[in-house]
Each structure stands twice: as structure tokens, then as C-alpha cells.
């Protein structure tokens, strides 16, 4: 079975899918099986599991066992356990010793990697305080023809190596400044021996002068080499992380929204910061291993020259070091990437908190969230010691076999020099050389760590970047024809999730105002985003103006409709780069119409920089009705064909509701208008309003038609908007 690792911290119910399928010689990328679980921010459910498994011809059976149970169908492994209520690993065997009866358990944690743990352990895990946990047990279904796992493009360190390609001219000085370090260097040997050989041994102090004028004249050189070096290293590293970045932003913003939904941002964020890693790689470590192999070599030949047994000698015990550095690597690798998931949990619990800060204190959660956090930051704590403890190990052995090294050739090189088999200078040059040849394999070790780091790097950002992203679609009149649903059925999980909208069949006219009512949770809020093309509909068509609109241009759609959703985003900038989103240069004119029209403008006008004042992040400084006035003068502004508002005057006083209300009348003339409100006076003059319930259709017309008809509307309008009596 080959070990699979999550890349993010709700991946583990695929990765654990991907091991097992991989036990049967089938290969799915995390992202195909991903795809296939319905995955959401919570991570893979048993039955998203079961659906995923079954999808790529796995027979699945889910059981409740105690562990002695679970070890009877050892023929049955390797099997998939729900883990500590919230995580899935891999069962691969069950171990009992002879004499003690002790049981050891063999389980691969996405999260940790292949693991043993006691009886005691794993049933904590398992268990979870109860009699007994859920084992999936997956068996192969011969018959079945093999799905294949969706094209998985890998981005090679070849295809990052582009990045480097506007640099050349740079690049090329770095490495003759390299090239010129690696010369001074060889120099430097040679010069010690005809020191000490000449000048010394012939007492000639004009040679020495000369010689030790010469090597200052080196040092010098080599500092200035470096000094260059490290600039032109931070000019082209902070170039190539900030190209690496944006292309990452880049391709983030062209995924399809649904991506976002099983995402944590903290991934996100723990991503952007670990691409440092490449830039390291790629602009450090990259150029200096070229010339450390040069260098190595060529010190090489020389020391042969000067005796064979030393360089065989130095030879077996470098291997000796190098075997022992990458003995360390695999545990390292699995340590870095417990760390970035940690690290991404802990980003979002910080964010959490700083986000939700008024929530905590109001609902008495400060010290629950900060205990929380403690607990991330012991775990952090742990696994830096564990790495710290793996790099001490790593490199102090390395550091170690290396002094051993040296010493045993500073022996071999007296031996042979009171023996009379090389001379005194030539003992102090290989000396020399031994040191400099250390540095390469120092350089060696570095380079292999940080392609190590850059790997796991290169693999999440893959992760990404192999994401489908939207497909361009066509670019067509919108405005006319209007929508209409064709038996359309949503859910947000898999089959065995609730539908949040079944079997809708209506018509959204052009040019006219449809409301959408009904109670909370009965489908509005989805009803709008699968016409806004957020999500596809699980069944049947959704088009607009004859056109099916999964195959419009998503961005001409979008540049076509005025939204305001119920958590719409204020940003941080000025009031009137909040309004006129849409535009470099904004229009004036048409800034003021839009904020008269939000009825924001007098209070705009209030504050000292007028329509340059800055507000905060989620529009910190706006009182909740200010912040929806906002939002609406953006969707007028952009003036657009469509219009689409999720309780957008939902904040507002009646007073100023109606003020808006009746400016929007205005604005609304031929344009498509679909409202969701909760309000009576919001509804009311709409053309057509649609009642739904628990995801269905169960009225439609106009108000005074479904008024009359005394009931889904007519109780919803008694008991919840607002008719009264
Ligand atoms: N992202 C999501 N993932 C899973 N289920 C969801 C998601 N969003 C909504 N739902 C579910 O879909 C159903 C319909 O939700 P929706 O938000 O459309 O209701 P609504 O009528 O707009 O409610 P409200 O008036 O409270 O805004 C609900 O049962 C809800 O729990």
C-alpha cells in the first residue's frame, strides 16, 4: 500500500481512500477523489466516503465493531477507521506478541504518517470513550470497469524553473561571481604549498610577502564577491516569490467558488507562505550546488594528485556522512508537513478570533478559543522539538563523521609526510582542500533539505494548480428571454444529503421584479446562487434567454448583474472604491445617482473626506444599515441588466427601507429583478413571487392573487412578513 499523505487538514478521508485504492493497484489523485466525496469545510462524512469508494468500484461495508471483532476480519485490511470523531486513518494490520500478548496496531494517519501504536492508544482513538468504532471495509468489485482518475498534470521543477527565465542577465553575474569564488578558491592551495615549500624551506621572506599579499588581495576578491551575491540573490528572490505568488493568487481567483467550500483559509494562507520554500530553492540553494559540484570535482583530481589513500579515505567517510543526513529525511518530511497542517489550523483559529472578538466576549468563549489555541501551539511545540531533535540528530551526526574525517586525514597526511612521501607544504594543501572540499558536501546536505521543503511546496501549490477552473463560456445578449428552471433539483453534499431545492420549475421574466419568500432554510438564499451560477444544479436545467447557463461566460454573467448578498463585503478602502467597484475611474455623476438612490449620500456627505473616507474591514466604522446602503449604491452604480438582493434592506428602518424602496422602483424599470425579503412592503409590488417551501415551490403569482388564496403566503405574510393584521 503506498502511503498517501492530506495536503489540507480536511483531506484526510480522501487520502485514506487514494491508500486503500492503492492496495488494489488503482491510482486516484486526492483531487478526483476529493471531487468524488463531497467534500465540505468539515472534511469527508462516512456516508461521502462510502459514495466516493462506491463511485470507484469498491464494494463498502460500514460497521460498528469493538476491537475484537475488528481483529477477526483481519483478512479484511487494509480497512479505513473513523478516527477520534473528527479524523479517518488506515488500518494495515494488527501485530500480537508471543510472550507479552502485548497488541500492536499498524496505521497509516494521513496527518502523521504510518504509525504503531499500543492497545491502550488505539482504542482512546477509536473508541472514543465508546464500546465501539466505525471500520469501512472496501473490497474490489472485479467486474467493474476502472474510473479513471481525472488528468493530474505535475508541475515539475522544470515547469518552475520558467520562473527564472526573465532573470538571465542576473543570473549569469551570480554565477560568474560563483565562478570567479570557485577560481580564488583553487587558488589558495597552491599558493599555501609554494609558501611554505619554497618560501619557507628556502627562507625567501620576498616570496612569502608576495605570497601573503596575494592571498589578501583573494580574501579580498571573494568578500566582494559575495557582498554581490547576496544582493542579487534578494533581487531575484523577492522578484520570483512575488511571480510565484501572484500566479497562485491568479489561478486561486479563476477557480470555481464551489472549490472554496471545502477549504479552510488558513490552507490558503499557510500556502502563500510556504512558496517561499521554491524562491529559496530556486535562488539560492540551485546555483551554489552547480558550482559546489565544481568545485568538489575539481578538488577532487587535485587531491588525487596528491595521495590516493587520503581521497579514498575522505571518499568513504563522506558517504558514510551523506547515508547518515538522508537516513533523517523521511522523518523530517512527514514532521514539515504535520507542521504546516498545524500551522494552518492555528492561522485559522488566530484569524477566528480576531474576526469574531466581540462573539467570544459576548458568549463567555474567551478562555475556551485561548485554550484552544494553546493546544495548537503545544502540539506546534512538539513537533519543533521532534524536528529540532531530527535536525540535531541529522546534522551533529553529519557534523560529527565529518570532524572524524578530518582528523583521520590530518593523520594520514603527517604519516605520510614523516615518512617522506609528501611534503610539508603539500600537507598543509590537502588540509586545505579537505576544508574546502567539506564545503560542497555541507552545501549538499543544505540543497537536499531545501529541495525537500521545495517538493512539498511544489505539491500543495500542484494541488491547486491542477484545479479545473471555470471554462470560458459564451458571450451572448443576456438581457432578454429571462430565466427558466427546468425541474431543478440541488444539493449541497452528496446523494444521501437533504436536497436544498427539489423539483423547481418556474419562470424568472426579463425586465420584471420576481420576490422569492418563504421560511428560513427553505431555499431562497440557494435559489439565487444557482442563478448566479455559484453552483450547478444537482438535476435538471437552469437557462437564460434559451441559453443553458452553465454555458455562459461566468464572467459576462457576472458583469451583468448588481448582487447584494445577505454577508455581502465591505472593503477596506475608500466609500467610493466600495461603490464604484466596477470602475478604475470612477464616474461621479453616477456615484452620487447610486448613493441617492441607496439614500447614503447625506450621511456620506456628514463625514470630513465625504466619498474618500476609508472604512475598516467588513466595513468597521458603518452601522449594519449603512454598510447594506453601501452595498446597494455598488449594485446601482454598476447598473446592470439583472439584480439580485438577499434581504439587502433587512437592517434598514422602515423609514428608510421605504425611502429606498421607492428610489429602486425607478431603477428597477426593465431590468430582470429577483428579491428575497422577508418584508411585506419589500414584496408586495413585485410582478411575480414565488413561495417556497422545504426547497420546493408551493405557490406562485402575483400578491393579491396569493393573498387570496389564503395559504403558504398567506400565513407566511401573517406570521412573518409583517402584514399583521
Ligand atoms: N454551504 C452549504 N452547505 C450545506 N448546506 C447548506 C449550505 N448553504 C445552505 N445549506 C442548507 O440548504 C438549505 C437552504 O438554505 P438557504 O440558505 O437557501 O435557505 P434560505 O431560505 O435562504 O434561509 P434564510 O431565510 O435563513 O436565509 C438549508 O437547510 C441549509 O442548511
Redesign the pocket.
Known amino acids: 500500500m503506498r502511503f498517501v499523505r492530506q495536503l489540507d487538514q480536511t483531506d484526510c478521508g480522501p487520502a485514506c481512500l487514494s491508500m486503500v485504492a492503492s492496495h488494489y493497484k488503482r491510482n486516484y489523485t486526492l483531487g478526483f477523489l476529493r471531487d468524488q466525496s463531497y467534500i465540505?469545510r468539515d472534511g469527508v462524512s462516512v456516508s461521502g466516503l462510502r459514495e466516493a469508494a462506491g463511485k470507484i468500484g469498491f464494494n463498502v461495508i460500514t460497521c460498528q465493531l469493538d476491537p475484537a471483532s475488528l481483529k477477526q476480519r483481519e483478512g479484511l485490511f487494509p480497512c479505513i477507521l473513523h478516527w477520534q470523531q473528527n479524523h479517518f486513518v488506515v488500518l494495515t494490520g494488527i501485530k500480537e506478541s508471543r510472550g507479552s500478548k502485548k497488541i500492536r496496531y499498524r496505521v497509516a494517519d494521513p496527518a502523521l504518517g504510518p504509525i504503531t501504536i499500543n492497545d491502550e492508544a488505539f482504542r482512546r482513538s477509536w473508541l472514543s470513550g465508546s464500546e465501539e468504532g466505525i471500520a469501512i471495509f472496501l473490497h474490489l468489485q472485479d467486474d467493474l470497469p476502472v474510473v479513471k482518475s481525472s488528468d493530474h498534470k505535475e508541475i515539475t521543477f522544470k515547469s518552475v524553473l520558467h520562473y527564472l527565465l526573465p532573470f538571465k542577465r542576473q543570473l549569469g553575474v551570480m554565477m560568474l561571481m560563483l565562478a570567479l569564488g570557485s577560481i580564488i578558491n583553487f587558488a589558495f592551495p597552491f599558493l599555501m604549498q609554494q609558501m611554505i615549500d619554497k618560501g619557507v624551506a628556502q627562507k625567501n621572506l620576498d616570496l612569502i610577502t608576495m605570497l601573503l599579499l596575494a592571498q589578501v588581495s583573494l580574501y579580498t576578491g571573494s568578500m566582494v564577491i559575495e557582498i554581490i551575491r547576496n544582493w542579487l540573490i534578494l533581487h531575484i528572490g523577492s522578484k520570483i516569490s512575488i511571480s510565484i505568488i501572484s500566479n497562485f493568487l491568479k489561478k486561486l481567483l479563476q477557480l470555481p467558488l464551489k472549490f472554496f467550500?471545502s477549504k479552510m483559509m488558513g490552507d490558503f494562507n499557510q500556502r502563500i507562505k510556504d512558496n517561499e520554500k521554491i524562491e529559496v530553492f530556486l535562488t539560492s540553494q540551485s546555483p551554489v550546488i552547480f558550482f559546489s559540484v565544481i568545485t568538489f570535482s575539481v578538488f577532487f583530481i587535485v587531491l588525487w594528485y596528491y595521495n590516493f589513500t587520503i581521497l579514498s579515505v575522505y571518499l568513504l567517510l563522506t558517504v558514510v556522512a551523506v547515508s547518515w543526513t538522508m537516513l533523517w529525511m523521511s522523518k523530517r518530511k512527514l514532521l514539515s508537513h504535520q507542521r504546516f497542517q498545524n500551522r494552518s489550523h492555528n492561522q485559522e483559529l488566530v484569524s477566528e478570533i480576531l474576526n469574531g472578538v466581540a462573539e467570544i466576549k459576548l458568549n463567555n468563549l474567551e478562555d475556551y478559543k485561548r485554550s484552544q489555541w494553546e493546544k495548537i501551539q503545544l502540539l506546534l511545540y512538539n513537533i519543533n522539538k521532534r524536528l529540532l531533535k531530527f535536525d540535531q540528530f541529522q546534522l551533529s551526526g553529519f557534523e560529527f563523521i565529518n570532524q572524524i574525517k578530518n582528523i583521520l586525514i590530518t593523520f594520514l597526511a603527517a604519516y605520510y609526510t614523516i615518512k617522506g612521501e609528501i611534503t610539508l607544504g603539500q600537507l598543509l594543501s590537502i588540509s586545505y582542500i579537505v576544508g574546502q572540499m567539506n564545503s560542497p558536501i555541507n552545501q549538499l546536505v543544505l540543497f537536499l533539505r531545501s529541495l525537500q521543503d521545495a517538493r512539498l511546496s511544489l505539491e500543495r501549490l500542484n494541488e491547486v494548480e491542477n484545479q479545473p477552473v471555470e471554462p470560458e463560456g459564451i458571450v451572448t445578449n443576456l438581457r432578454e428571454g429571462g430565466f427558466s428552471l427546468n425541474n431543478v433539483t440541488f444539493r449541497?453534499?452528496g446523494p444521501t444529503s437533504?436536497n436544498?431545492l427539489k423539483d423547481v420549475s418556474i419562470r424568472i421574466p426579463a425586465g420584471k421584479v420576481t420576490a422569492i419568500v418563504?421560511?428560513?432554510?427553505?431555499?431562497?438564499?440557494?435559489?439565487m446562487k444557482l442563478l448566479l451560477r455559484f453552483y450547478e444544479p444537482t438535476n435538471g436545467q437552469i437557462s437564460l434567454n434559451n441559453t443553458g447557463i452553465d454555458k455562459i461566460s461566468q464572467k459576462h454573467l457576472w458583469a451583468n448583474c448588481g448582487v447584494v448578498m445577505?454577508d455581502g463585503m465591505i472593503f477596506s478602502d475608500s466609500i467610493e472604491r466600495n461603490i464604484a467597484t466596477s470602475d478604475e475611474d470612477i464616474c461621479v455623476k453616477r456615484l452620487q445617482q447610486a448613493s441617492d438612490i441607496a439614500n447614503i449620500s447625506s450621511y456620506i456627505n456628514t463625514l470630513p473626506l465625504k466619498y474618500r473616507t476609508k472604512i475598516g474591514v467588513a466595513g468597521n466604522g458603518l452601522s449594519g444599515g449603512q454598510k447594506q446602503r453601501i452595498l446597494i449604491a455598488r449594485a446601482v452604480y454598476k447598473d446592470p441588466d439583472f439584480i439580485f438582493f438577499?434581504?439587502a434592506t433587512s437592517a434598514l428602518d422602515a423609514e428608510n427601507e421605504k425611502i429606498i424602496h421607492n428610489n429602486l422602483q425607478r431603477f428597477f424599470k426593465d431590468k430582470t429583478v429577483v428579491i428575497?425579503a422577508?418584508r411585506l412592503s419589500t414584496v408586495k409590488h413585485a410582478d411575480q413571487i414565488i413561495v417556497?417551501k422545504h426547497?420546493r415551490v408551493v405557490e406562485q403569482g402575483n400578491h393579491q392573487e396569493l393573498a387570496g388564496m389564503k395559504n403558504e403566503y398567506y400565513n407566511l405574510v401573517k406570521n412573518q412578513l409583517e402584514l399583521g393584521n
Open positions: 465540505t467550500d449541497y453534499g437533504a436544498a418563504g421560511a428560513s432554510g427553505s431555499g431562497k438564499t440557494t435559489l445577505q438577499d434581504e428575497i422577508h417556497l426547497g
